[in-house]
């Protein structure tokens, strides 16, 4: 009896100190990247959007995700020890935003863009890399720094997308820049992005808290991880073994639409499902609001970024157009279908500012 008492207290013990290390290592991830990302963002006039989109999302998010964390602690008796053993907040919070379809309505859209935001994130990155690369190459001393795109998918998983997304733009130079073709990612990453959009999709289709659920959440995180890691010249052309970025983005515009549209029309032809329950389900808990929060943020910094980029390239009816039908079929469609055009755009031809030149 004894020895069994001790084997549970040691097991007790064990499981305690792992939760606080989880716990630990959550708090240090998130604060880290956004330390590391907002020391490299470029303050500037031209970024004074996207560094304010960053700023109202990460007190917007963190103010819901916070009073989730509180709330979870009060319904278990406000006792710490409990609240560390017995919480699993990661899943639970996966779990409480996906359990309906009128929240998964939300946090779908959120969750589905993801494989467009790293497409983005990992090509734009890896083209940052290598004009860094030259530029320290022709000065005797190295002035130019580049930052790894996995710190701004740490902060955009762990934190928020909205947070992470507009400090990455806010790197880049905003300027069109002219191709000979379209770049290219390689067909590991185009794999990888892919089977964690499936992965994504098969959420709902796990029951909540389940062991599948656990395991699809990880391997989605994993999926999307992946190609931040990769090293790659996106102007390499290799058959076979790369694809034409322009292509992919199109595939994740359709992966989107069919996805969006699916979990849309209950609530146009459905007498039950009325539009009236999705505003309802985006205050239906502090988790659930956190996320579409992050949500609304995304589809702020995209028209932005949209009508912005577009009016460089002398073309702003199309950022304007694209903006207005995102409400619609949701940014998780429109988004990628503007990347892919924007791509297109600046192949084997000269910019506006070239031109009248």
Not at 34 to 44: N, Q, W
Not at 107 to 127: H, K, M, N, R, Y
Not at 201 to 217: D, H, V, Y
Request: glycine fraction near 4%.
């Amino acid at each position: 009896m004894g020895t069994r008492s001790t084997t549970a207290a040691a097991t007790d013990s064990t499981l305690y100190y792992k939760a606080v290390g989880s716990i630990f290592i959550y708090f240090a991830t998130v604060i880290s990247a956004l330390v590391i990302c907002i020391a490299r963002t470029r303050f500037s006039a031209s970024n004074a959007v996207y560094i304010l989109i960053s700023i109202c999302s990460l007190f917007t998010t963190w103010y819901y995700i916070l009073s989730f964390f509180k709330k979870e602690y009060e319904s278990l008796g406000s006792d710490l020890d409990r609240f560390i053993l017995e919480s699993d907040l990661f899943v639970q919070a996966y779990a409480i935003v996906t359990n309906t379809l009128p929240k998964w309505w939300w946090s779908s859209q959120l969750l589905i863009l993801t494989g467009t935001a790293l497409t983005c994130w990992s090509v734009e990155g890896q083209t940052a890399r290598l004009e860094t690369e030259e530029i320290n190459k022709r000065t005797a001393k190295p002035t130019k720094k580049w930052t790894p795109t996995w710190w701004f998918v740490l902060l955009g998983f762990f934190g928020s997308m909205s947070v992470g997304g507009p400090l990455f733009l806010a790197q880049l130079d905003p300027a069109p820049k002219t191709r000979s073709q379209a770049r290219t990612v390689p067909i590991i990453l185009a794999i990888l992005i892919l089977l964690g959009e499936a992965s994504v999709i098969a959420t709902p289709f796990f029951e909540s808290m389940s062991q599948g659920f656990k395991w699809n959440l990880v391997l989605t995180h994993a999926l999307f991880l992946a190609p931040s890691f990769l090293s790659f010249n996106p102007e390499s052309q290799k058959r076979f073994t790369t694809i034409r970025l322009p292509v992919l983005y199109f595939l994740l515009s359709i992966i989107a639409l069919l996805s969006h549209a699916m979990y849309t029309l209950p609530f146009v032809l459905s007498p039950i499902m009325r539009p009236t329950i999705l505003y309802k389900a985006l205050w239906f808990n502090h988790c659930q609001t956190s996320i579409s929060a992050d949500l609304i943020f995304n589809n702020i910094l995209a028209a932005f970024y949209m009508i912005h980029s577009s009016r460089q390239m002398k073309k702003p009816h199309m950022g304007v157009l694209l903006s207005l039908l995102m409400p619609v079929l949701s940014v998780s469609t429109i988004l990628p279908l503007y990347l892919g055009w924007k791509e297109r755009q600046l192949i084997a031809g000269e910019t506006p500012k070239e031109k009248k030149a």
